[in-house]
T-cell receptor
Framework: DTEVTQTPKHLVMGMTNKKSLKCEQH?????MYWYKQKAKKPPELMFV???????INESVPSRFSPECPNSSLLNLHLHALQPEDSALYLC??????????????FGQGTRLTVV | EDQVTQSPEALRLQEGESSSLNCSYT??????LFWYRQDPGKGPEFLFT???AGEEKEKERLKATLTKKESFLHITAPKPEDSATYLC???????????FGTGTRLTVIP
C-alpha cells in the first residue's frame, strides 16, 4: 500500500477564513512533506517533517502553519490567505530522507481557491 | 548552484513512436534521482528511483537510465494513455528536500 490520503480534495475559502488541510499515511514513513504546485509548474517544497520534527521551512509565509500530531498525520493550517495562494497543495511521505528507499509518495492533492 | 533541467518542455508523439525524455542535473552530491508521472490536477505518481551511474530500471513501456550528468526516460511504443507530464526530481546530500525539474508534457496521438 503506497497510499497518501489528503482531505479535502477541493477547498474554496475567503481571505478572512481559517481552514486546515489534512494528510494521512499508514506506510510507517517517518518523513512527511507539504508541497505547493501552481499550474504548469513543478511542485515547490514548503515544509518537511522528519521524525515528527520540522526540519525544513522554505521561508513560507506565516499564514501557512504546519502541524505533525504523530508520525502518520500531517496538517496544514491556513489563515488570512491571499488569492495568489490558490494552488494545488500536495502532501507526500517517504520512509526516510537518507540512504536508500527515500522516494516520496504523493497524495492526490487539495485544490485550493482563495476568493 | 544546484540545477535540474528537463527537455524537451513538450513532446508530441504518434502512437507507437518511441522517444526519450532528458533530465540533466548539476548538483553537489546526488543521493538519488526519481521519475514521476503526473496527470492534470492529480498528485505525482512515483515511477523509478536511480542511485548510481549505469543503473537502469524498467516498467512496462518505460525505461529509466542514469549517467553522472543526466537521466533519460525512454518510452517504447507509447500509447495515448501514456500522455502526462513526466517530472524528474533529485535528492541532494545533506538535504531532506526533493528538488523537481520543470517537467516534460508528453502527448501521444492515436
Amino acid at each position: 500500500d503506497t497510499e497518501v490520503t489528503q482531505t479535502p480534495k477541493h477547498l474554496v475559502m475567503g481571505m478572512t477564513n481559517k481552514k486546515s488541510l489534512k494528510c494521512e499515511q499508514h506506510m510507517g514513513h517517518r518523513a512527511m512533506y507539504w508541497y505547493k504546485q501552481k499550474a504548469k509548474k513543478p511542485p515547490e517544497l514548503m515544509f518537511v517533517y522528519s521524525y515528527e520534527k520540522l526540519s525544513i521551512n522554505e521561508s513560507v509565509p506565516s499564514r501557512f502553519s504546519p502541524e505533525c500530531p504523530n508520525s502518520s498525520l500531517l496538517n496544514l493550517h491556513l489563515h488570512a490567505l491571499q488569492p495568489e495562494d490558490s494552488a494545488l497543495y500536495l502532501c507526500a511521505s517517504s520512509l526516510g530522507t537518507g540512504g536508500l528507499n527515500t522516494e516520496a509518495f504523493f497524495g492526490q492533492g487539495t485544490r485550493l481557491t482563495v476568493v | 548552484e544546484d540545477q535540474v533541467t528537463q527537455s524537451p518542455e513538450a513532446l508530441r508523439l504518434q502512437e507507437g513512436e518511441s522517444s526519450s525524455l532528458n533530465c540533466s542535473y548539476t548538483v553537489s552530491g546526488l543521493r538519488g534521482l526519481f521519475w514521476y508521472r503526473q496527470d492534470p490536477g492529480k498528485g505525482p505518481e512515483f515511477l523509478f528511483t536511480l542511485y548510481s551511474a549505469g543503473e537502469e530500471k524498467e516498467k512496462e513501456r518505460l525505461k529509466a537510465t542514469l549517467t553522472k550528468k543526466e537521466s533519460f526516460l525512454h518510452i517504447t511504443a507509447p500509447k495515448p494513455e501514456d500522455s502526462a507530464t513526466y517530472l524528474c526530481a533529485v535528492r541532494l546530500s545533506g538535504a531532506n528536500n526533493l528538488f523537481f525539474g520543470t517537467g516534460t508534457r508528453l502527448t501521444v496521438i492515436p
